[in-house]
């Protein structure tokens, strides 16, 4: 089994980022901006946040971080976000979720300006993952969601490493299997793979025997968040395995994905790691959508 | 193998629809009305227009027909939904669809105002597919595509046959195979079917062995537009068929789905025929995307 490294895929296309901002600031003009807000409450959120802005840094983009009390009233969250879409300097515009219950989320999502939706959840962006992308402007010139850009980008380096085309619906004749249908993987995802071609299907919490699935499947894109759900046994040989996964184990710091790596390694072809695998790939494409935005209000 | 009668359903639902018009129109309201957007060019089209029309007088919804010749400019059609946009009498827009090959369609669509898009095909209305409907808000109370909603209805039909639930996700559990994933009926559909807790495959032309999907399958749903494609073979037993498929035999006027209804009747609990099927639920879901349409200008 090959490792897709998506920390090293990340790093490079960070940089790739950073070369285009730099350019376009030596031509006199200011650099992109995101604007992140975070409601206080959930623990996890602090630290994907500060790792956003980290990775702004290296990109030359510019952060701005909104931190807010819990206790956030819906009004004064929705005038943050006006505020937010009148800004001239302000590309992208990010809502870490989740927020308190009191809030409607949808509501406040939707009052993004979907030219500013960086993270592609709106409604607009949403109804855009039926377009019919070429592969190259679903993942660089669209607001499509970071995560499913992190996966389709992790499948793109497999098929070059194995010397097959990517372009056009590079996915014709592939089945896919996608494990979750949540809004923010699994669903936009299977879009995306439906418009590149792919025969998909998309299993959940309820599905009756999710192996007959995932062994019939060239590609699993795991995305449930159940520690080492996939294993071995329960893929085809020359499988393409991709773990949006993050789960903590319990007692201890250690992360583990969705897939049990050790099991699937003789069996898989290609497969990303948790750590270091979509993960990072998620945040270098907020970077890219980001840049996305910056360069539409140049023209 | 029992028979899911659109045609008796359609009827039912059209009624339904008049007796809520009519409700309306009795408190001193004006009636709906509904703009039918021709361009020559298909000799099918013009068939579908009428019975559009005429489907709109059962359920005394007013329609209008702008009827206009293939050499029309892509600027003199963007006025006319235009001003179908401005007209406060106008409650829905439908541009008959294919458009000829200088018109950008796509532009035209998403000119069309959200709230009037009765065929559900502008992006706004396309993202909310993701939204989690309630089976009845999905099919009543939103402007999703007539196609995929009639289907939706059939499947609601046998369930109750059966004496299931068919409240919040009732797919949970089972697995829906579709057969083909156009934006027009196959990949709403897909997302109404996630949406509803089902397990979804998504099939198209480049598939390779169908039949692993199709006899896997609780619920099979043909929308390829190639005759008789799926038979008894193919299915698992008990399967429920739903048949989108209009397909003209060459050589007579005789009208057949993609399934083979006599090879499946042996096999399935459930299926709709051709015609009479699917195709009269498609108009009554248009009539009732109408109503919706007015009722929200009510208010």
Known sequence: MQIINGKALAATLTEQIKNQVQAVVLQGKRKPC??????????????????????????????????K???????????????LNNDKN????????????????????NLINPAKDVDGFCTQNTGKLFENYKT??????????CTPKGCIYCLLNAFEREGLST?????????VCILGSSNIVGRPLANMC????????????????ISFYTKNADIIIAAVGRAELVNGDMLKSGAIVIDVGINRVEGSNKIVGDVNFESISEVASYAT??????????IAFLLQNTLFAYLKTLH
């Open 136 to 145: 190259n402007d679903m993942l660089f010139n669209s607001l499509s969601p």
């Open 34 to 67: 995101l604007a992140v807000v975070l409601i206080e409450g959930d623990s996890a959120s602090a630290i994907y946040v500060a790792n956003k802005q980290k990775a702004c840094e290296k990109a030359l983009i510019d952060s701005i971080s909104i931190y």
């Open 90 to 109: 302000v590309d992208g515009i990010l809502v870490q979720l989740p927020l308190p219950r009191h809030i409607d989320k949808d509501k406040i999502i």
């Open 194 to 209: 439906i418009t590149l071609g792919a025969t998909v299907s998309v299993c959940n919490s309820t599905t009756k025997n």
């Open 167 to 175: 372009d056009g619906k590079f996915l014709g004749g592939k089945s």
């Open 69 to 83: 009390p819990a206790s956030i009233t819906q009004a004064d969250l929705e005038t943050i976000i006006q505020n």
């Open 273 to 282: 790691p948790v750590p270091g695998g979509v993960g990072p790939l998620t």
